[in-house]
């Protein structure tokens, strides 16, 4: 089973609807969750991070997590062509020493 | 600048030579890592840093990669005897702490020919 798992996609959606990315991890002990946005070519950039069951809304962002589950996901409401990415999942695991676990990413596309 | 910055943004180098990548995190992050991002693949953790120590090297691909951290800021990582399968963009992170969100520079895409 892979630490951080993600559909590749690509996943379509028309623009103005939701979009929704999911994401789940193998680790129990995982307790920082953490999504990133990434155009080609570019970094990671930070969309939202959440460290507690339940949702978290930012602006048309919403996290949610269920760690009896071991599911994170996010929404994107009101979809614009320029969210059309990668959508990457990071978890920091319990315990170690180590850096974001990533998963593959989803590709995002919003048809105009 | 308020940025995490790496240097040089692009690295062209020839197979056996040594490189030498930089990072500059955000000011006061005391937690600085180091990520490799291969051509259409995922990113892969290469080591972290709190303050000046790495608790953890064993993410580093293997004994020619190596890297320091120095004065708690600026912390290079060197490749030594680069081979092909070592090209990738090499980007670093800071946060405040392991738990806290990282910030990512604009990496260092290398390529050995």
Same mark, same amino acid.
Request: proline share 4%; with cysteine; net charge neutral.
């Given at each position: 089973?892979?630490?951080?798992?993600?559909?590749?996609?690509?996943?379509?959606?028309?623009?103005?609807?939701?979009?929704?990315?999911?994401?789940?991890?193998?680790?129990?002990?995982?307790?920082?969750?953490?999504?990133?946005?990434?155009?080609?070519?570019?970094?990671?950039?930070?969309?939202?991070?959440?460290?507690?069951?339940?949702?978290?809304?930012?602006?048309?962002?919403?996290?949610?997590?269920?760690?009896?589950?071991?599911?994170?996901?996010?929404?994107?409401?009101?979809?614009?062509?320029?969210?059309?990415?990668?959508?990457?999942?990071?978890?920091?695991?319990?315990?170690?020493?180590?850096?974001?676990?990533?998963?593959?990413?989803?590709?995002?596309?919003?048809?105009? | 600048?308020?940025?995490?910055?790496?240097?040089?943004?692009?690295?062209?180098?020839?197979?056996?030579?040594?490189?030498? !990548?930089?990072?500059?995190?955000?000011?006061?992050?005391?937690? !600085?890592?180091?990520?490799?991002?291969?051509?259409?693949?995922?990113?892969?953790? !290469?080591?972290?840093?709190?303050?000046?120590?790495?608790?953890?090297?064993?993410?580093?691909?293997?004994?020619?990669?190596?890297?320091?951290?120095?004065?708690?800021?600026?912390?290079?990582?060197?490749?030594?005897?680069?081979?092909?399968?070592?090209?990738?963009?090499?980007?670093?992170?800071?946060?405040?702490?392991?738990?806290?969100?990282?910030?990512?520079?604009?990496?260092?895409? !290398?390529?050995?020919?």
């Amino acid at each position: 089973q892979k630490e951080v798992e993600q559909n590749s996609g690509p996943l379509s959606v028309p623009e103005g609807a939701i979009a929704s990315l999911n994401c789940t991890y193998s680790d129990r002990g995982s307790q920082s969750f953490f999504w990133y946005r990434q155009y080609s070519g570019k970094s990671p950039e930070l969309i939202m991070f959440i460290y507690s069951n339940g949702d978290k809304e930012d602006g048309r962002f919403t996290a949610q997590l269920n760690k009896a589950s071991q599911y994170v996901s996010l929404l994107i409401r009101d979809s614009q062509p320029s969210d059309s990415a990668t959508y990457l999942c990071a978890v920091v695991k319990g315990g170690g020493a180590d850096g974001l676990t990533f998963g593959k990413g989803t590709h995002l596309i919003i048809q105009p | 600048g308020a940025g995490v910055s790496q240097s040089p943004s692009n690295k062209v180098t020839e197979k056996g030579k040594d490189v030498e !990548l930089r990072c500059d995190p955000i000011s006061g992050h005391t937690a !600085l890592y180091w990520y490799r991002q291969s051509l259409g693949q995922g990113l892969e953790f !290469l080591i972290y840093f709190q303050g000046n120590s790495a608790p953890d090297k064993s993410g580093l691909p293997s004994d020619r990669f190596s890297a320091e951290r120095t004065g708690g800021s600026v912390s290079t990582l060197t490749i030594q005897r680069t081979q092909q399968e070592d090209s990738a963009v090499y980007l670093c992170a800071s946060s405040t702490n392991r738990d806290q969100p990282q910030h990512f520079g604009d990496g260092t895409r !290398l390529s050995i020919l």
